[in-house]
Every structure is written in structure tokens, then in C-alpha cells.
């Protein structure tokens, strides 16, 4: 006995039939895919276990939810069936809308939820394979797209002897040459989709084989719709690369200006203006159950543009007050302690000297502490802690601060007061130096040399004697 009743069918298609369905014991109304297990082809079969398998693997918000799966023996006992129960989706799909009722930030919304669904699904190691209109399902008042339909959906990395999955029409071109199908191939189906949406129709005509084969073998592009923004057209190129290693991958494509209004949420503000309402965030990952219509009317993607503007944004940061820089209220990222033994006595409070411990304080102690030449001294100087004082590090040395002789003289002896020392005597030094030649060379300039060339001088100076 089921715990459920069939209703209406709603959809179909090649690996199965979707009917309405509601609970016998709440009323909830839901959606359940079934194939005929005496009737139906061994293909459909699989393929719904392949998508019940998988389905219950995948979490996100923007794939239809899994809700169960069941076998049910119905007319009379003479047919069996097996069952998916899905989330139900009473928009239809988004192959169905009239192009003439939408605007390009109902495409953006669209693109944004397909994106989101991929990036989850990739993420949790699948590919979908079979990415078009049909498969978009939308919510009651077509405010949330989901993706649905992951009955030709692989594990990434699957075996390449598996044959090409997926509709023709939304292949990539290394699908269609059997090459590989992977994320990226997911993306190319992507950029077919939006084009779908935008004109209402896929984005190649169908002529067979030979559609085909320019889709896979020709350097062919879909033609891009002409009623799109340019940021949309840039959107579309970066999803239709032939070459499947330069597409980009779902994760940067939700960084793409064409759908930024809808992403600033899927990762934690770099800046304020990348700052939205934390009501959008909430709803927006909110559990299925718990959707309301009033919910889903606000919209798990709704945008506050007014509200969340830049010009807005910046507004609000306006002040008359000046700002405070003070340290009252800052939080430290990195201290570093200094270690007991380089002091054997710390009498004074870090609060009594103002001591500093950040990082680049401490380093210049250390610094100083290890410089070469310097080291003996301070070796000399520690003996000097044992009679009294305390060493303290104002952010350029360590300095031992004393009373000498009871007399009320203050002795400073520190790395900084001795490097400044050795600056002075190499400056005193290269003073007299500098006098020294310059007296050298003012006794060579002005002696007469002629009296001692012409021998006057040794004449005199014997004469003298």
C-alpha cells in the first residue's frame, strides 16, 4: 500500500514519465518520475537509477531536491513501477517561456541559478551531460530556476570508452568527436542554454548529420543574440571556446560582471561594496521545505538595487566626525612574546613602560641583540641586571636603565646608545683625516720649491753654521 497518490502527468520524456503526486498523510504535493518496469525499455530503467544514485549524492539549492524513491504495483497489481520522488516545480521550464516576456535581468537571474547548479554539481564530482531548456525546471512564480534531469549525469573522470550522453543540439564540439566529456563540456551546454532562453529557440537549427558535424569538426560558433547586452555576448564567449581548455570553468564565471548582481553573496565581501543585505544570503539558502510562495515571491535571488547601489553604499560611510585611530578597540593579529632568558630580571610593568610587543618591534630587538660586535658588549652588559635595573625594548633596542652610586644619575647603556657611539668615532675619525691631508696639501702648495731646486737653501742653511 503506497503512502502517496498519482496525479496528472505533467512531463515526459525519453527515460520516463513525470506525474504530480501528493501525500496521503500532509497533503504535500510533490513530483515523482516512474518507469514501467515490465514495459519499459532497460535503458530508461538504468537511467533512472543512475539519476536516483546521484541525486542522493548532490546537495544544492539550485538542483531539484531528491525527496525519495519507491517501487508501487499499480492497475490492479498487473504493473510495476519504480520511482523518483523530486521536488515539484509548477513554473514549467524555461524552454517554455514566450522571449517576448522576458528582459535581460530575467536572463541574468536564470544564468545565475544554472551557473550556481553546475558549480555545485562539479563540485561534488559529477557532470551533468545533458544541460539544455527542458532541464531547467522554474518555481511557481518563476522567480528560482533549478537544474533537473541527471539521467545521463557521470562521475568526472569516468571512462572514456562511454559513449557521447546528452541531446546533439547542446553537445560540445569534443562530445561530439567523442573526444572527452567533462565540466567543461557542461559549460559549452551552458552557453547554449542562455542562447535558447534569449531567443526561445536552440542555438543551432537542426539539419541532422551535418549540423553535427559543424558542430564538432568546423570552426563554428551559435550566432550570439543581437538583443543581448555586450557583457551578455562576452558571457556567451567565454562559454563557447571550441578549444574545451580555454572555456571558463562555473566557479569564474560567477565572478563575471553579467552576473555579479547575483553572486556578490557566493563568497565573503572584499570590500563594502561588495556588501548586500544579509536577508538575501539567509533566504537564499534556506531548506526546500521550509519555501513558502511568499518566500520564493521575494526570492531566494531578489536584488535591492536601490538599496544596495554603490552611490548608497558610500553615502551611508559619510560622517562629520573625524575618525579615531587610536589603539582603544583593535584587534591584534600577530604578537610574539619575548623569551624569560633574555632578561634575568624584569622588575617594571609592560603598562608602566608603554612596551610594544609587536612584530616588527620584537624583530628589531633581536636585531640588535645578535649584531655582530655588539653582542660582546651586551655580554658585558648582563652582568650589570644582577646589581639592580631593568632592561626594556623601546622599539629600536634593548636598554639597561640603573642608578648609578645611589648619586641619582641615570646610566643608559643599550645597542642603539653603542651603535650610535661607533657612528661618532667613524665620523670623528674621517674628520682628522680630512684635516690632515688638507694641511699635507697646503705645505706642498705653498713652500718655495726654487730655493731648494737651485741649491740657495743648503747654501744658506751651511753658511748659517
Given at each position: 500500500m503506497t503512502s502517496w497518490v498519482r496525479g496528472k502527468c505533467i512531463g515526459k520524456g525519453a527515460f520516463g514519465v513525470v506525474n504530480a503526486a501528493a501525500s496521503k498523510a500532509d497533503g504535500h504535493v510533490f513530483a515523482v518520475k516512474s518507469v514501467d518496469r515490465g514495459a519499459g525499455?532497460?535503458?530508461?530503467?538504468?537511467?533512472?537509477?543512475?539519476?536516483?544514485?546521484?541525486?542522493k549524492r548532490v546537495a544544492s539549492p539550485h538542483v531539484v531536491a531528491y525527496l525519495g524513491d519507491d517501487v508501487t504495483c499499480e492497475q490492479g497489481g498487473t504493473a510495476s513501477f519504480r520511482n523518483l520522488h523530486l521536488e515539484y516545480m509548477p513554473g514549467g521550464t524555461v524552454a517554455d517561456l514566450d522571449p517576448a516576456d522576458l528582459d535581460e535581468g530575467l536572463v541574468r537571474r536564470y544564468a545565475w541559478c544554472l551557473v550556481s547548479a553546475l558549480r555545485d554539481v562539479h563540485a561534488q564530482g559529477f557532470v551533468h551531460c545533458d544541460v539544455k531548456g527542458r532541464n531547467v525546471l522554474l518555481s511557481g512564480n518563476r522567480a528560482a530556476a533549478k537544474l533537473a534531469d541527471?539521467?545521463?549525469?557521470v562521475e568526472v573522470g569516468a571512462s572514456s570508452e562511454l559513449l557521447p550522453r546528452g541531446s546533439p543540439m547542446w553537445?560540445?564540439?569534443e562530445v561530439v568527436r567523442r573526444e572527452r566529456q567533462g565540466p567543461e563540456s557542461d559549460v559549452w551546454?551552458?552557453?547554449?542554454?542562455?542562447?535558447?532562453?534569449?531567443?526561445?529557440?536552440?542555438?543551432?537549427e537542426d539539419h541532422g548529420v551535418d549540423t553535427l558535424s559543424r558542430i564538432g569538426y568546423s570552426n563554428d560558433l551559435p550566432e550570439f543574440p543581437s538583443k543581448l547586452s555586450e557583457l551578455g555576448k562576452d558571457f556567451l564567449e567565454k562559454c563557447l571556446r571550441r578549444e574545451?581548455?580555454?572555456?571558463?570553468?562555473?566557479?569564474?564565471?560567477?565572478?563575471?560582471?553579467?552576473?555579479?548582481?547575483y553572486t556578490v553573496v557566493e563568497w565573503s565581501p572584499r570590500c563594502v561594496l561588495d556588501w548586500v543585505d544579509s536577508e538575501f544570503a539567509e533566504s537564499e539558502y534556506s531548506e526546500y521545505s521550509e519555501y513558502s510562495d511568499r518566500e520564493q515571491e521575494r526570492g531566494s535571488l531578489e536584488f535591492n538595487r536601490e538599496e544596495n547601489s554603490v552611490k548608497n553604499r558610500i553615502s551611508k560611510l559619510a560622517t562629520v566626525s573625524r575618525v579615531n585611530w587610536e589603539t582603544e578597540g583593535w584587534v591584534a593579529v600577530r604578537e610574539v612574546e619575548l623569551k624569560e632568558e633574555s632578561c634575568s630580571s624584569i622588575t617594571r610593568s609592560e603598562t608602566e613602560y608603554g612596551v610594544n610587543w609587536e612584530f616588527r618591534n620584537v624583530g628589531s630587538c633581536w636585531e640588535c641583540w645578535h649584531c655582530g660586535g655588539v653582542s660582546g658588549e651586551i655580554e658585558k652588559l648582563s652582568e650589570e641586571c644582577k646589581r639592580g635595573g631593568d632592561w626594556i625594548c623601546d622599539g629600536y633596542g634593548l636598554e639597561k636603565v640603573g642608578w648609578v652610586g645611589g648619586g641619582g644619575i641615570l646610566s643608559i647603556y643599550?645597542?642603539?646608545?653603542?651603535?650610535?657611539?661607533?657612528?661618532?668615532?667613524?665620523?670623528?675619525l674621517n674628520i682628522l683625516c680630512f684635516w690632515i691631508i688638507y694641511g699635507v696639501y697646503l705645505f706642498f702648495t705653498t713652500w718655495d720649491w726654487s730655493e731648494i731646486g737651485g741649491g740657495g737653501w743648503w747654501d744658506n742653511k751651511l753658511g748659517g753654521l
Open positions: 525499455l532497460p535503458h530508461q530503467l538504468e537511467a533512472l537509477e543512475n539519476e536516483i544514485r546521484i541525486l541527471f539521467g545521463a549525469a553537445m560540445a564540439p551546454s551552458l552557453g547554449c542554454t542562455v542562447i535558447e532562453i534569449v531567443n526561445g529557440k536552440p542555438a543551432w574545451w581548455s580555454e572555456r571558463w570553468s562555473s566557479d569564474q564565471l560567477l565572478q563575471h560582471p553579467f552576473l555579479l548582481p643599550s645597542c642603539k646608545t653603542l651603535m650610535r657611539c661607533y657612528l661618532l668615532l667613524l665620523m670623528y
